[in-house]
């Protein structure tokens, strides 16, 4: 869209009005249709502010955003739409129903949209295709083929089961983590604590021995002194990082294909999105793929829900695979993410006409691999926060008790 000052007098006064229009002509059109007075120039100008912050006002009060809708509240639609399908309703008044039962804004809004859509005519896996950011491009493809093959409900809720099965092993990674991160916590604030409170109260001690102080100790000082005069500073700057980072993040595909990529070499961290994007995408794949949807089309929704972006452009290696008529093995080859075990097995498959069977038997393999890590998360990060807290303990002990040896020592003479 362009924007158009048009200046036109009314009742002996000059005055103006900004109007959003594709062209000039239709500018002057809508201007001439709102009858406000006799039209003295037309030209065309950037988008002024007060529009732009209007926008930006209805953006912020309207229910969509663009993000993911809550998985929780969407897969319970999901499960309710697919019982009074199969109880033989039809699809209108199941969203309806629907949009009645759930509490969630943006699914609500989303659903009223697509009953909207629906109940004039348009198909349901069309009436989804605007919300594709919302829903994932998994939910138009379940829905397409539900709609193709006469199952809307018994695909909807394989759906749900998919949607339920991604959520369920996020909440237990997070459940995983709880512990590791409330432990960090409570170093960070009893570093903290010490360093504020403790510190300065033996500082006062050394500085009346007039004594030398060892690197300990003076290493102890720099970080009260740093932590108490620029204690803010630091934190705000520590903030202004992040939104930094996020903002890059977000904006620039370089970068967030880069920290992705770095992402996936960070101990733990890295093995846990290794084998929860990949898991994912290949769980994924195998049901579409036995629900009857095309091979490229199962690729593209399967790697669309995996969220790291280095991992999704190795990915795209086996759909260019099979665009170019090469088997399926090929490409999991040339990704990179997959051993060469995984790779043989997908192979056997496909010679072999089970390829849905091979690929169920790497699903298993990567959740078993998955399951392993996550429940075993804490133990694996003990023996770093066991280092972490010695060295502190250490370097505290050392820092406050070399003086007062080397004090005693003196009065001692």
């Known amino acids: ?143 397409h083929l539900g709609e193709q093959t006469g199952t809307l409900s018994e695909s909807i809720l394989k759906l749900a089961d998919i949607l339920e099965r991604i959520q369920h092993n996020r909440r237990e990674l997070v459940r995983a983590t709880r512990y590791p991160l409330f432990t960090i916590l409570a170093m960070m604030a009893a570093f903290v604590v010490v360093i504020v409170m403790v510190v300065p109260q033996f500082q006062e001690i050394f500085a009346e021995s007039g004594a030398d102080l060892p690197f300990p100790t003076q290493l102890l000082i720099w970080v009260e002194h740093a932590v108490t005069r620029y204690g803010p500073f630091i934190l705000g700057g520590a903030i202004l990082l992040s939104l930094l980072f996020s903002y890059l993040y977000g904006k620039y595909p370089k970068v967030r294909l880069e920290a992705d990529r770095l992402m996936l070499r960070i101990y733990i961290v890295g093995k846990v999105m290794h084998y929860a994007m990949v898991g994912r995408f290949v769980y994924i794949f195998n049901v579409l793929l036995n629900a009857g949807i095309p091979i490229t089309d199962a690729l593209d929704a399967a790697i669309g829900v995996v969220e790291n972006s280095y991992m999704r452009r190795q990915l795209e290696t086996i759909k260019r695979a099979i665009e170019e008529g090469r088997p399926l093995h090929d490409g999991f080859e040339e990704s990179g993410l997959f051993a060469n075990m995984i790779v043989q097995m997908v192979k056997a498959g496909e010679q072999g006409g089970a390829l849905g069977t091979m690929l169920g038997k790497v699903t298993n393999y990567y959740q078993d691999r998955y399951q392993h890590i996550v429940d075993n998360v804490a133990s694996m990060i003990e023996p770093i926060l066991i280092a972490a807290i010695a060295g502190f303990v250490l370097v505290l002990a050392l820092g406050i008790f070399l003086p007062m040896w080397s004090m005693a020592e003196v009065m001692g003479m």
Not at 17 to 40: C, H, N, W, Y
């Open 1 to 143: 869209m362009r924007y158009f000052r048009i200046d036109y007098r009314q009742g002996g006064k000059r005055e103006s009005i900004v109007l959003e229009a594709p062209s000039k002509v239709d500018a002057v059109g809508a201007f001439r249709q709102m009858t406000l007075g006799v039209m003295l120039s037309v030209r065309e100008v950037s988008k002024p502010i007060s529009m732009r912050w209007r926008k930006w006002i209805e953006a912020y009060r309207s229910p969509l955003r663009r993000k993911r809708v809550a998985q929780e509240p969407y897969i319970a639609s999901l499960r309710q739409i697919s019982v009074m399908l199969d109880a033989g309703l039809p699809i209108n008044q199941c969203i309806e129903e629907a949009i009645r039962s759930t509490e969630d804004e943006m699914l609500k809004a989303i659903l009223g949209s697509i009953l909207a859509d629906v109940e004039s005519g348009v198909s349901l896996s069309d009436a989804v295709e605007p919300f594709r950011l919302q829903l994932g491009s998994i939910s138009l493809s379940m829905f």
